[in-house]
């Protein structure tokens, strides 16, 4: 009887992992549905609470609270509240940011794909990585007691003596440069080291996914290696690049830490890319938690309403320009 009992609980153990891997398909597609649907419900989670514990904010400031304008102020003990400067600061420093950071980037992820002897490949790569690895506080403290000093400072003095002189670029380059370095001008040196690693990386990998007929058929027809580059390579991984500038572009509109650390913190209106400033997100780190009143608070999470949407929306238009260009590249491949 014993027996008996032992070989149809056997039986039945030997029949469970057929069983389990019958039903692993629809399992398995199951929790891939709900990671899926997980993704817009957290953006949608995410804008709504933002959208909810702002609403007091909203209601008394309106559209007021965004519009440019040079003499914003930002005072907490009168309740008067301008969001501009910190818009202002985020746009600029990210633009400046990205500006110097995409030449660099590409210029290096190409030596790194097409260039780079294959002894030296892999310890850049290594220090790349490494680059992107280093936390932002870091960065920052960097920043303040070498490169701000030592580089933007000079820098900085430079364009205000050479492009403030200039009627059109007066306003944006107008000094002086404080001797210290801290400045918009540093936010976006620092940021664009930061987001460089990010974006080489990305590159270089798109560049080495494409196919060597490529390479191969433009050498071919006679082309010099930089034409092969430039005329093939380039265009046909031009989306992935777009990519690689998005992720990019969203550290720079979202760091804080180095960013608090470097642009001064100081609530003026002034547009000048060298005096100090704000970002939306550094002047969230520095305020939320000694907010003076509610209404304080509810424009601080504002701001960061104001940041997410930002963010959302230039995500959704690079996603878009990169969806658009991979198509036009497949049509050209097809063709």
């Known amino acids: 009887m014993l027996n008996q009992v032992k070989a149809i609980f056997s039986s039945r153990r030997s029949t469970w992992p057929k069983r389990l891997y019958g039903h692993g398909d629809p399992i398995w597609t199951l929790l891939l549905i709900f990671g899926s649907l997980l993704v817009p419900l957290l953006i949608l989670a995410v804008g709504w609470m933002l959208w909810n514990q702002s609403a007091a904010a909203r209601a008394e400031f309106g559209w007021n609270f965004l519009l440019p304008t040079l003499d914003a102020n930002w005072d907490p003990i009168a309740s008067n509240f301008q969001a501009w400067p910190f818009v202002y600061g985020t746009l600029l420093t990210s633009v400046v940011a990205i500006a110097l950071a995409v030449p660099m980037s590409v210029g290096v992820a190409i030596f790194l794909a097409e260039l780079c002897p294959s002894w030296l490949r892999l310890p850049l790569n290594w220090m790349i990585e490494l ?25 900085g003095s430079l364009m205000s003596k050479t492009l403030g002189q200039i009627p059109g670029l ?38 080495l996914s494409i196919p060597n007929s490529q390479r191969e058929a433009s050498l071919a027809l006679g082309s010099t290696q930089w034409e092969a580059i430039w005329k093939v390579l380039l265009p046909y991984g031009l989306s992935g690049i777009l990519g690689a500038i998005l992720l990019g572009l969203g550290r720079a509109l979202g760091e804080t830490m180095a960013v608090t650390m470097v642009i001064g913190n100081s609530i003026t209106g002034k547009p000048s890319l060298l005096s100090p400033g704000y970002t939306m997100a550094s002047v969230i780190a520095n305020e939320f938690a000694e907010a003076v009143s509610e209404l304080h608070s509810q424009v601080l999470i504002e701001i960061g309403l104001v940041l997410f949407f930002l963010t959302l929306a230039l995500n959704v238009a690079a996603r878009l320009l990169v969806w658009s260009v991979a198509r036009r590249t497949l049509q050209e491949v097809r063709s």
């Open 131 to 155: 680059l992107a690895a280093i936390p932002s506080v870091v960065y920052g403290l960097w920043g303040i007691f070498v490169f701000l000093p030592n580089i933007v400072a000079p820098v």
């Open 170 to 207: 007066a306003p944006l380059f107008a000094g002086p440069m404080p001797h210290s370095g801290v400045s918009r001008l540093g936010a976006a040196f620092i940021l664009a080291i930061m987001i460089m690693p990010t974006i080489t990386a990305v590159t270089r990998d798109v560049l």
